[in-house]
């Protein structure tokens, strides 16, 4: 067969020949330009899209890092804080004094009075809007106007101010305080100011106020870095969700996952490489580490449910019932990280340690496990970077309650980042979703430091053998 | 405050154990570095073992064995004492015996000696919010009883934890000193119990592994023995309506293999010719750029990946499409589930790919094989099983995906074809039902064991076979 073949091409003239081997090469070489095209597209696209779903939520989350203030001349009314009789007696200022006092109408006045002095404003507004109960019942409706242009929580800033600075009381100073959710929308763009006004949220009478401040001859409303979204709780106001408890949060976990699997992780793998007796049952023990680290995360989260919540009464949506669970949850991870890193160990080395006459442990811990420590810490970081990120076993222990209080330990309630970024996202409006995303940015900042930090571990400090 | 006081007094025993057996064994050796088997460091290292360990398990374990035992106690008595004063309806709750125990506890002496000594129940509450506690003024009589016995234990309890630690801190102290010779295997002491630290901590994975499997079982084994509930309904019903008790997991299934279908239509073709190119093609340069970029996207949390198909990708379809889709859709979760698996895909195959033995490749070229030929006809064939495993191993990580899913697909059991219509899988019934409102005991909540349970089986097997079929062909090329 093969030699009729052969002899058949054989008779083919020569030119004829070395045409069809041309066109055949061609053709071979066709298909290869076509493999090594698309085989590129592949890779490019993939890496479009990662780098689409990176733009995307910086873009969404940009604005969430700058918040809306408005600069008001704050007359610190001594009757905000003391009774007429105190005023009398001149009483000094007390802690009491200080919490009571009526923050909202110190700053809804200075608001008032802003917008009063601009000709723009007509007409002008009552006074009396700074306490709403009492206001006349014909100004209501200004009066919720010009008071959702401040948010719920203004008052805590001035707080803060006469906490710094008590001798403030009687006094004016010029402080920036929060804007509402709303004002924030209107000034990130984000309402439609041709939709019409009764679908708003903002109304048109507020728009001009806005409009007003904005003109006044030293700007009073101005966008700036939002420090809230680190320093403040969640809250059920957008302006004022922040991100701190969840930070908190995500720290304690964090060190409890340092403190229990990666020790934990460490040895078990060093027993395992080095120590155990191949059988069968460290054998059961290798599958069984492998199919751990692929069984999905919501799985822990039942088992975290289950055993620390349920059987040990561990506190709900506390942190350390969740770094508990995300400790099980990297505990593989580091395993076979680890595990790695000590079979890149030459032979030779633990031969010779042996040879001059260290003990196997000694051979072990002076001289194979420094040596692999590189690789170890890499995957600690990349286990504890995962650990960081994760969030659908932190559901199940339920850690999605709405966490006020800074949690001071371990065992108070709190949230985490990743979960934090959930919370919101499932809010409505844009205001929720820009922190949200600002919260997701947060996270892969933190995310990609870490990985940083492991490829310049791995960099600096790889050997090859 | 306890804990630390007591972790205070270990950590000073260890240091002074290890420096005292330093010094006993030099001591001993007289001089003579040669006359000691082990080395003083080893001696001393020895002696703070002896001292610490056997405390340090004590003070760990004593408290749960104390508070499981003090509460069996008062449960256990709880009964003649309702009968004795004539309270047959106050129910036990044991939270608030606690707080008024420690209450109790926190009342000075005289006080707490008038409340239980001379049973003064009725005042009891009305001195302990005197004293600043948080708790009802009108306490049941029996529950300020029982919380005098808790309150009396628990002081016998503290005073046990501390007199037994200290009495083990001394005890192993001297027992340890006494053994110091010349001759003593110190060394192989310390080692040996170094040994059994890492052996107790490799079983971690096996307890983990165990713990799933039991609770996750026994939790399943809780739900299908409900009366409201049966394996055949679960199994074969295509019914799912928690609320009315009908449990058939067939619609999630379909939502769970239809999402990871989309996924892995998306993710396979590119994240093999990615791991092609990476391979085969990419410039040495390229490789130490693109290989760690990717292995970063890969850990991108999936929560990341839920919001993108949120805010930007479920949205932009349903602008497409012109339809009501922005409750979530298969296919926005399905695309979605499919870019982050790509990375996954591609740095699995990139190692298998890699592992391929270079001979064959020169003996491809060496034929006359272009570089695309040797690709497809030698590298691919030999690195099948490898790739096999790979996207096996992606199949079964999209179908345990969780954030995504809960974010992008929306919560309607239906089974539908249609990639544009909201499906629900076994993931976001799994959230839905125990971030619900319902008791822990009732089978609403309990269903989500059982989907867990066949999730898990689902996934394990997948990854039995995937690391199966990689483990042989590594060791094929090895």
């Known amino acids: 067969m093969t030699a009729a073949a052969e002899s058949m091409s054989g008779i083919q003239a020569p030119a004829d020949r070395k045409a069809k081997a041309a066109e055949r090469l061609r053709k071979r070489h066709a298909r290869e330009a076509r493999l090594k095209l698309s085989a590129f597209a592949a890779i490019s696209i993939s890496l479009t899209l990662l780098a689409v779903l990176v733009g995307a939520i910086v873009y969404k989350g940009l604005p969430g890092f700058k918040q809306t203030y408005v600069r008001l001349d704050v007359i610190f009314y001594p009757h905000a804080f003391f009774t007429p009789e105190e005023t009398r007696a001149s009483a000094k200022l007390s802690e009491s004094h200080i919490v009571n006092a009526k923050y909202m109408k110190l700053a809804r ?86 939709v019409p006004e009764t679908r708003r949220k903002l109304k048109d009478q507020q728009v001009n106020w806005i409009k007003a401040l904005e003109t006044a001859p030293d700007q009073r409303i101005k966008m700036r870095f939002n420090t809230g979204l680190f320093t403040f709780s969640d809250s059920s106001q957008p302006e004022s969700a922040g991100l701190a408890v969840a930070i908190t949060g995500s720290f304690f976990m964090m060190l409890t996952v340092l403190l229990l699997a990666v020790p934990l992780g460490i040895a078990a793998a060093i027993y395992l490489q080095e120590f155990a007796p191949e059988n069968a049952f460290t054998g059961f023990i290798e599958v069984n580490i492998n199919n751990l680290a692929a069984v999905p995360s919501i799985v822990f989260g039942l088992l975290g449910l289950a055993i620390f919540v349920t059987f040990a009464d561990l506190p709900r949506s506390a942190p350390l019932t969740g770094g508990l669970v995300l400790s099980l949850m990297t505990l593989p991870t580091i395993m076979i990280a680890t595990r790695t ?15 001059v006459g260290a003990s196997k442990m000694q051979s072990v811990f002076h001289h194979v496990v420094p040596l692999a420590m590189p690789g170890i810490l890499t995957g600690t970081v990349i286990g504890v970077a995962r650990a960081l990120g994760e969030t659908a076993p932190l559901l199940m222990i339920g850690m999605v309650a709405f966490v006020y209080r800074m949690p001071a330990g ?12 959930f919370m919101w996202s499932k809010e409505p409006g844009p205001e929720f979703m820009e922190r949200a995303a600002a919260a997701t940015m947060v996270l892969l900042g933190l995310m990609f430091a870490l990985s940083v930090i492991a490829a310049l571990l791995r960099h600096r400090f790889e050997r090859k053998w | 405050v306890k804990i630390s006081i007591l972790l205070i007094i270990l950590l000073i025993a260890l240091a002074v154990a290890f420096s005292a057996g330093v010094r006993r064994s030099t001591a ?11 080395s003083p460091g080893h001696h001393g290292t020895l002696l703070a073992i002896w001292t610490v360990l056997p405390a340090l398990l004590f003070a760990l374990l004593w408290p749960l064995i104390a508070s499981a035992g003090m509460n069996a106690y008062i449960q256990h008595g709880w009964q003649d004492k309702t009968a004795g004063l004539q309270q047959g309806e106050a129910v036990l709750n044991m939270e608030t015996v606690h ?17 239980c000594d001379e049973e003064v129940y009725d005042s009891a509450g009305e001195m302990l919010q005197a004293n600043g506690e948080i708790i009802a003024p009108r306490l049941e009589r029996p529950v300020v009883r029982a919380a005098c016995s808790l309150a009396k234990l628990q002081t016998a309890s503290v005073v046990i934890h501390y007199g037994v630690t200290g009495g083990l801190i001394l005890a192993g102290f001297v027992a340890g000193f006494l053994r110091i010779r010349p001759r003593l295997r110190a060394r192989n002491g310390v080692e040996n119990t170094i040994l059994a630290g890492l052996a107790i901590a490799s079983s971690a994975a096996i307890l983990t592994t165990l713990g799933i499997v039991l609770t996750v079982l026994f939790e399943t084994i809780a739900f299908f023995s409900r009366e409201e509930t049966s394996l055949a309904d679960f199994l074969f019903s295509t019914e799912w309506r928690p609320g009315e ?42 490789r130490t750029v693109v290989k760690p970029a990717l292995e970063i996207l890969a850990g991108i949390p999936t929560i990341v990946y839920g919001f993108f198909a949120l805010v930007i990708v479920g949205p932009f379809l349903s602008r497409i499409f012109s339809q009501g889709i922005s409750s979530g859709s298969a296919l926005s979760a399905g695309l979605v589930m499919g870019i982050m698996i790509i990375p996954f895909i591609s740095s699995l195959a990139d190692d298998v790919i890699n ?38 191993l992606a199949a ?32 976001v019934k799994i959230v839905s039902q125990l971030t619900g409102d319902s008791e822990f005991d009732s089978p609403q909540t309990l269903v989500a064991f059982a989907l867990a349970l066949t999730l898990f089986l689902m996934t394990l097997g997948l990854n039995i076979y995937a690391l199966n079929i990689m483990r042989n062909y590594r060791e094929h090329y090895e």
């Open chain 1, 109 to 194: 006045l200075a608001l008032y009075s802003a917008l009063n002095s601009t000709p723009k404003v007509q007409p002008k507004i009552p006074e009396s809007c700074a306490e709403p109960d009492t206001a006349l019942e014909k100004d209501k409706a200004v009066c919720a106007r010009v008071n959702a242009l401040l948010s719920r929580n203004a008052d805590t800033d001035l707080l803060r101010e006469i906490r710094n600075a008590p001798g403030l009381a009687g006094h004016t100073k010029s402080v920036w305080l929060l804007a509402s959710g709303e004002v924030d929308a209107y000034e990130k763009g984000d309402i439609d100011l041709r």
């Open chain 2, 245 to 286: 008790y009908k449990f058939g997991m067939l619609p999630l299934l379909w939502g769970t293999l239809f999402i990871s279908g989309i996924a892995m239509i998306v993710a396979v073709p590119l994240g093999l010719l990615s791991a092609i190119y990476m391979a085969e093609y990419a410039h040495k340069r390229v």
């Open chain 1, 341 to 355: 890193a000590l079979i890149s160990v030459p032979g030779s080395i633990r031969e010779a340690a042996l040879g």
């Open chain 2, 355 to 392: 592992a391929v033995p270079q001979g064959l490749r020169h003996g491809s070229y060496g034929l006359g094989a272009t570089r695309s030929e040797t690709i497809l006809n030698v590298v691919l064939p030999a690195a099948l099983p490898g790739l096999t495993g790979a996207v096996l």
């Open chain 2, 396 to 427: 079964s990580r999209a179908i345990g995906e969780t954030m995504i899913v809960v974010l992008a697909a929306g919560s309607a059991p239906d089974l539908t074809a249609n990639p544009l219509k909201a499906v629900t899988t076994f993931t």
């Open chain 1, 410 to 421: 371990p065992l108070d309630s709190s949230t985490a980042l990743p979960v934090a970024a």
């Open chain 2, 99 to 115: 707080t008024v125990a420690e209450g109790l506890r926190r009342l000075n002496g005289y006080d707490s000696k008038i409340v």
């Open chain 2, 28 to 38: 001993l050796a007289g001089g003579n570095r040669r006359l000691l088997h082990s």
